[in-house]
């Protein structure tokens, strides 16, 4: 197998572009994919500062890496999420690597900094493990990038990502979530801009990106995304793919390119109504209510802890 490129020897076939590529020429297609996501959807301007949602994993990392390599100020933001083993290993891993290179990781620690970890959270206030998880890690990037001056939140999420969503928002026909489905979610009402910069590059594309680079990543998925959906999709899409390479990048793809409205703004899907947002008494992040959802989720927790 020859690299499509400068026929060296390839490491790596990409079926549905029908290209092979060497370790160099595969780290310059994995950029400059990134690089046209961020040109096409407008997504950071030159000198732009971007925080990057750092879970430890191989597409936060690949992320991280390549928007540093591409010239973006891009920091870091870890969130322990008190997952037991998996969040002690995620932080160490994103701590080294930002280490290594000298990059500026913000960190937040559930629960020394805020009291309260991911699965007790869950269980006290009965939510699935995944929404307490999902709205806690939202409004900290939230917090933190508008009290850092931040333009942007970038998340790691890839093709293989964004077309299982896609998949089921199609299934169970939730035309909302359709509608706000995009690459990229302008700044609004003191929310910061919200950015997928890898939406054009696969998993296994990442996972070998990291191979080459030399990125130290965590392996292990989430304990905590045991029997999710979004895992049943993604082997639904991959069985597709495999018999015809190309159908997850033309399924979401063309799902973008069909999108007539041009843009909707990055607020949360909990401050989503049309009230007017005013500071939460507690944080003081912008929201509809009095207190919004992240604090008040937090004080049910803690007021139903066994002291
Ligand atoms: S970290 Fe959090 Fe994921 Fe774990 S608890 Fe669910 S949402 S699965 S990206
Ligand atoms: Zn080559
Ligand atoms: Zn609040």
């Not at 928002?169 to 919200?194: C, I, M, T």
């Not at 018999?243 to 799902?255: A, H, I, L, N, V």
């Not at 049309?274 to 927790?301: N, S």
């Amino acid at each position: 197998m020859k690299c499509t490129v400068c026929r060296e020897p390839a490491v790596i076939d990409l079926r549905r572009h029908n290209a092979n590529f060497c370790a160099p020429h595969f780290v310059k297609f994995c950029r400059d994919q990134t690089a046209t996501a961020l040109s096409d959807f407008g997504m950071l301007a030159p000198g732009e500062r971007v925080l990057v949602a750092v879970s430890g994993g191989k597409d936060s990392l690949a992320l991280w890496d390549i928007l540093t390599e591409l010239g973006y100020d891009a920091d870091g933001l870890y969130i322990g999420l008190g997952i037991g083993d998996y969040s002690d290993e995620s932080g160490r891993i994103a701590r080294s690597f930002a280490a290594e290179r000298g990059l500026k990781l913000n960190e937040i620690d559930l629960p020394t900094d805020h009291g309260l970890d991911v699965p007790t959270a869950a269980q006290v206030t009965r939510r699935p493990p995944c929404s307490a998880c999902g709205l806690s890690k939202r409004h900290l990037f939230d917090e933190v990038a508008r009290e850092g001056g931040y333009d942007a939140v970038a998340t790691g999420h890839n093709l293989d990502d964004e077309a299982a969503v896609l998949f089921g928002n199609v299934l169970h026909w939730h035309v909302e979530y359709l509608g706000r489905q995009r690459p990229v979610l302008s700044a609004h009402d003191g929310f910061p801009r919200k950015i997928k910069p890898l939406v054009r590059l696969g998993e296994r594309e990442m996972a070998a990106y990291c191979v080459v680079r030399g990125i130290d990543y965590i392996v292990e998925e989430c304990p905590m995304a045991k029997g999710s959906k979004m895992i049943l999709y993604k082997e639904v899409l991959n069985r597709l793919e495999t018999e015809s390479p190309g159908t997850k990048q033309r399924f979401y793809w063309g799902f973008l390119d069909k999108q007539t409205t041009p843009d909707v703004p990055a607020e949360t899907m909990a401050e989503k109504d049309q009230r007017t947002l005013a500071p939460c008494d507690t944080c003081g992040q912008p929201t509809t209510a009095g207190t919004c959802t992240y604090c008040k989720m937090m004080a049910k927790a803690k007021s139903a802890m066994p002291r």
